[in-house]
Every structure is written in C-alpha cells, then in structure tokens.
C-alpha cells in the first residue's frame, strides 16, 4: 500500500493501519490512514491507487478523515470471521480460504463452550499480547453458524491477542470432535495457562471482516 501511495504522490507516504494479522489470514475490512497531497478528488484518489495495487489488493473504499483520526486507538470493536469446511473430501474452491476438517464436528457442543467467552475476560490462555502483557480482552459475540457448505465461526471483540482467535477455534475444534468436553474448555480458559489450548487453527480460514468506530 504505501509503494502505491508513494506511486500516485510522487513521495513517500506512510500508513497507519487498524491493526495487525498473521501471515496467510485473509483481510477485507482493514482500516487504514494517510496524509496525501490531492486536488483531483476522493474518487480519482481511489482509482489511482487501486491501479498501482497487486492483484490481491484492492481500496474498497475512500473518505476524508479527521486530522487526529487513527485507525487503530480509536477502534471500538473489531469482528473476525472463521470458516471450516467440514467434509470428508477436501473442496478445491474453499481450499485458500477454509479449515479443511474431514471428521464430522458437533456444532451444539462448540456453541456451547463458545458461550462462556463473552464478556470480559483473561484471555491469556489463548493468545499473548502485542505489546505490554495486559490479556484482558472484552468479546460481544462468540457463536457457530452453517453457511451453506460452511461452519463459520464469529467473534467480535474490543481487541484481540496475538493468535487468539486461531488459537480459540483450534480448541473449539477439539470440543466438536469429542476430544475435550465443554467443562474442559472452560477449565482451560480458566487456567490462564498458554500451554492449556489445543492446537492453533491455521490462518488461511481467518478473515479480518470489519472494524467499527463511534
């Protein structure tokens, strides 16, 4: 983004964004900032950036902003998206962008420890912190849905810890394969121990989906 940037403006421009994601998760409602020099108006902006942008890019969307605005500290809730595709053979079309799960996964049983997340809690179990090592994080939603061919997992929290969502799921994963009950989620949950979560779900099925201020 800012070699495009700096493409249409002829210098260096630097981005602020609204946050970080792992290596191979998947984005389309990242929030981002910058100060640019343009008199050709917001739209032109748009597809000039767009023109300079790889192919797995794109700006969906431009608009002023105040000039104190950041996109990360002044984010009030942020939602992700997990999918699974839970079939004995592996879709080559879901492949990039979907936890291939071959053994059958009870969605009752994963919904109902995913209910014992909301609220504000020690997440310290789940993931680590970006920086300085406060692991309490406030979740406003936590449920499993079908979407056609799809179990999607969402989750919309305040802010999250480094791996948190993957590493939830992955754990929400050994609930609905019958690997732990759902009291021994929670007992992990709330041991606050690291080494206590299953298995990290990889990134390729995480989305980043949207990112809401006041």
Known sequence: MERALTQVAGEAIAVAAAGRTDSGVHARGQVISFDLAWRHGEQALLRAINANLPQDIALLDLSLAAPDFHPRFDARRRKYLYYVYNRPVRSPLYRLYSWHIQRPLALDAMNAAAEHLAGTHDFSTFGQPPQGDNTVRELFEASWRRD?????????????LYRMVRSIVGSLRAVGQGEWTVDEFVDAFNAGDRSRAAATAPPHGLVLFSITYD
């Open 148 to 160: 056609g061919e799809l179990l999607v997992f969402d989750i919309e929290g305040n802010a999250f």
